[in-house]
C-alpha cells in the first residue's frame, strides 16, 4: 500500500459544503506563488481583502473546478474559511505572528521611505 507524503485535511465551507483540501501541486502551486508575490504592492485593507480572495479561489478551483465561478466561491466562504484554504493548500499560515511581524516591518519601511 502507497504512502501519501502530504496532508489531507477535510473543512465544511460557509455554504454547508464539505470539501477535502490538500496542497496544491507543483503547476499550481508556481500559480499561486506567482500571484502571492503580489501582496507587497497592496496597500489599501479592501485590495488585500480581494487578493486573499483571489488567491483562496485558485487555491480551492484547483480541486473542485465549480469554485472557478467567482460568485459561488464568494457564497460559500467566509475569511477564516479562506485563510484556511490559504494554509492548507498554499502552505502560507497568514495568521501567523512572525508573519504578522514581518509584514508590519516591511510597511514601516515602506511608510519610511514615503
Not at 4 to 25: A, F, M, R
Not at 47 to 52: P, T
Not at 56 to 78: I, M, N, P, R
Amino acid at each position: 500500500m502507497a504512502t501519501s507524503v502530504y496532508t489531507v485535511e477535510e473543512i465544511v465551507l460557509q455554504d454547508g459544503t464539505e470539501v477535502t483540501l490538500k496542497p496544491l501541486n507543483i503547476k499550481n502551486l508556481r500559480r499561486f506563488m506567482k500571484k502571492f508575490k503580489e501582496i507587497d504592492k497592496l496597500k489599501e485593507d479592501d485590495a488585500v481583502v480581494d487578493f486573499l480572495i483571489e488567491v483562496g479561489q485558485l487555491c480551492l478551483s484547483s480541486l473542485y473546478k465549480e469554485y472557478e465561478d467567482t460568485e459561488k466561491f464568494e457564497d460559500a466562504v467566509d475569511m477564516p474559511t479562506v485563510h484556511k484554504i490559504i494554509e492548507i493548500c498554499g502552505g502560507v499560515k497568514l495568521n501567523d505572528p512572525e508573519l504578522m511581524a514581518a509584514a508590519a516591518a516591511v510597511m514601516e519601511q515602506q511608510a519610511g521611505k514615503s
